[in-house]
């Protein structure tokens, strides 16, 4: 049995570190720094082929050998760190050597990994520098033209299709996966070419006059009154501005509630639209050129494997929107765009297409969205963690026992 002092400790501990294959170690056995106590330390050691007893004889001889002259641990500082350019942040350069020596005297004296820590410190704030200069240079080149444009916004392989059946005034339904970006995309292409855009998410629950317009009771002083409140439709017809109506997760909807857009659906005249209010019977005239935009995760022809709860629409209803079938693309350049690290992005973005590959083979009822993958992106970028660990906790540990073996 191995026994340690604290001084002894701290010096195998710099070894351990200083170990070209310590990452790695680190990161397959989903430890850290904290981990090395003393038996943490003889184990690390014996996997790394760290000759302990080396180590500790080496510690004594220390100041000795320290009197020699050290390789130069140099950090330029010549460039302007104001307003560095693509080319000109200051490198951070130094001896490995020099910075294990210097890091074996301090833990020595009971100071740690000072030096490595310090150097660690730099460059992460270097790290966190370029990471944040490439996510902006890349958010300025994305738009497809001129407008406004979300933050991390990727035009999709539909972009085209979409804009172009929206200037003919058609109906339009984004069909594909669960968090693909067809909310975030239309809303960006929309904005982009001018339209105002107005949100509704839709539920069974949903009601025709949910989203034209409702009558309400109003109380005051006792006294009641019956008014007409505006819903998101309404408030479309109304406005002076050609306007978008953004319909989210339309196969959701009761199709008796779809039925009474059947005359808004209907090809515009010179822009404008009519409907009829659900409690008045009154029929109401776009001011301003009124298009609907509508997302599902189906075709409109009921519950799918993945997605339940999903309505058929009715035939008619159906026939009278341009359906546009989306999927996942663009996973690695769009968690660039919002900020990760460009092997953290790419990696995310090979595991998915794995993934989906085998839940589609499988007919699982799961599915990797781009949400999955930025908390992913999360776990490793900022919490450090471990692809493996990030991947697990992110989506693995969501699983079935069923659908975790047949993707295994």
Not at 131 to 138: F, M, N, V
Not at 235 to 241: I, N
Not at 318 to 331: G, L, M, N, S
Not at 345 to 360: C, F, G, H, N, Q
Request: net charge neutral; proline share 3%; with cysteine.
């Amino acid at each position: 049995m191995i026994t340690l002092s604290i001084t002894e400790r701290a010096a195998v501990r710099a070894a351990i570190q200083s170990h070209p294959d310590w990452k790695a170690y680190r990161q397959a056995n989903g430890i850290d720094a904290s981990a090395l106590g003393t038996a943490g330390c003889i184990r690390a050691a014996a996997a790394l082929n760290i000759d302990i007893p080396t180590v500790i004889a080496h510690l004594t001889g220390k100041t000795a050998t320290m009197t020699d002259t050290a390789p130069a641990l140099t950090l330029d500082l010549t460039a302007d760190s104001t307003a560095p350019t693509a080319d000109s942040l200051p490198p951070l350069t130094f001896e490995a050597a020099t910075i294990t020596q210097l890091d074996n005297v301090a833990a020595a004296i009971g100071h740690g990994r000072l030096f490595s820590s310090i150097l660690d410190s730099a460059i992460t704030y270097r790290d966190e520098y370029l990471k944040e200069r490439d996510r902006k240079a890349a958010t300025a080149t994305l738009a497809i033209s001129a407008g406004q444009t979300a933050a991390g916004f990727i035009p999709p392989s539909w972009s085209k299709q979409f804009l172009t059946m929206v200037s003919l005034g058609k109906i339009v339904a984004l069909t594909g996966p669960s968090g693909n970006g067809k909310t975030t995309s239309a809303k960006a292409l929309l904005e982009q070419t001018d339209w105002q855009v107005i949100e509704a998410d839709c539920t069974a629950d949903t009601t025709a006059a949910d989203l034209i317009g409702r009558k309400t009771i109003t109380a005051d002083s006792g006294q009641t009154a019956v008014t007409y409140e505006d819903g998101p439709v309404a408030r479309a017809f109304a406005s002076d501005r050609k306007t978008a109506i953004l319909l989210n997760e339309w196969d959701s909807i009761d199709p008796r509630a779809a039925m009474a857009f059947q005359s808004a659906f209907e090809p515009a005249q010179n822009g404008s639209r009519r409907i009829t209010l659900p409690e008045t019977g009154r029929q109401i005239e776009s001011r301003a050129n009124v298009i609907f935009v509508l997302t599902m995760n189906t075709l409109g022809n009921g519950a799918s494997r993945q997605f339940q709860g999903r309505n058929a629409l009715d035939g008619a209803n159906r026939d009278r929107v341009e359906i546009i079938q989306t999927a996942y693309e663009h996973d690695a350049e769009r968690l660039i765009a919002h900020g990760y690290q460009k092997d953290t992005a790419d990696y995310l973005a090979d595991w998915a297409k794995e993934i989906r590959a085998k839940i589609d083979g499988q007919n699982l009822r799961c599915f990797v969205s781009l949400r999955r993958l930025i908390t992913a992106a999360d776990l490793i970028d900022r919490a450090g963690l471990s692809r493996s660990r990030a991947t697990k906790l992110a989506f693995f540990d969501r699983l079935e026992a069923s659908e975790l073996a047949a993707i295994s």
